[in-house]
């Protein structure tokens, strides 16, 4: 984040910053952060999970389609966008 402003002078992509405390302005995370409690409580020290616990709750997140990606996993759409950048 500390380089946000050499990469949109670089992309021509605006980064936008949330402001504190305000979770309304952070839609996506907060429903990441909602489906990751289904995995692990908050307050869950994530060092004390194994590599292979880890990779599995990232499987089943990335394996579950979103509404805001048309009904695609996130790694369908990010197949799908790389594949357009070929």
């Not at 880890?54 to 594949?83: C, D, F, H, M, W």
Request: with cysteine; proline share 7%.
């Amino acid at each position: 984040m500390s380089n946000h402003v050499r990469f949109t002078t670089s992309t021509g992509i605006p980064i936008y910053f949330c402001d504190p405390h305000a979770p309304w302005q952070r839609g996506s995370n907060e429903n990441t952060n909602r489906l990751l409690r289904q995995y692990s409580p908050k307050g869950t020290d994530l060092s004390k999970q194994s590599a292979a616990d880890l990779r599995r709750i990232q499987r089943s997140l990335n394996g579950r389609p979103r509404k805001t990606l048309g009904y695609l996993t996130p790694l369908e759409k990010y197949t799908e966008l790389v594949a357009s950048t070929g």
